[in-house]
């Protein structure tokens, strides 16, 4: 995901590189993507198709196509090792943008989203934040849980009973 820079920016560098020409994100209107067929997706082996218009102000190009390419599926995220992250319960979508995004380096924000808040698991004490693609973003697709461990019992912080310097 290293090279992840944004689902638009991505969609319009395949398409540069398959046109052969240097295409901007302005230079596109992206229509909203669908998952493939199982015919579809043997013949391109893909699992997303889109139509992919040239803007009208464009200058690169006219006319418009329907491009097949894969989303990036959320559920490999759940993988990420997440010591020393911070999270509450109820804490809201763009407070774990920041935490995906540091932890996994995954590129996500609240567009590609459904907007949820964190909970707490009652049977662990951990909070977990369950993230599910938008149907309509270009670069995700599917769900993923994220599991933070519960807040350390205050009685791990200290070996003795005593505080010095007072």
Do not use: C
Request: hydrophobic content about 45%; charged content about 15%.
């Amino acid at each position: 995901m290293s090279i992840y820079v944004s689902s638009q920016a991505d969609l319009a560098a395949m398409v540069s590189v398959a046109a052969g020409v240097v295409v901007a994100v302005s230079d596109l209107v992206f229509g909203t993507p669908h998952p493939t067929t199982t015919a579809e997706k043997a013949q391109y082996g893909r699992n997303t198709k889109i139509a992919v218009n040239f803007a009208p102000a464009s200058t690169v190009g006219t006319g418009s196509r329907t491009l097949y390419y894969d989303r990036l599926d959320l559920a490999p995220l759940q993988l990420a090792v997440l010591f020393g992250a911070k999270a509450s319960g109820g804490a809201n979508l763009a407070a774990m943008i920041p935490v995906i995004k540091n932890y996994t380096g995954a590129v996500v924000s609240a567009s590609d989203l459904v907007e949820t808040s964190s909970t707490v698991n009652p049977d662990t004490g951990g909070v977990e934040f369950v993230m599910t693609a938008q149907t309509n973003s270009l670069g995700w697709l599917g769900t993923g849980t994220l599991k933070f461990d519960p807040p350390a019992p205050i009685a791990t912080a200290f070996t003795d009973d005593k505080l010095p310097g007072f």
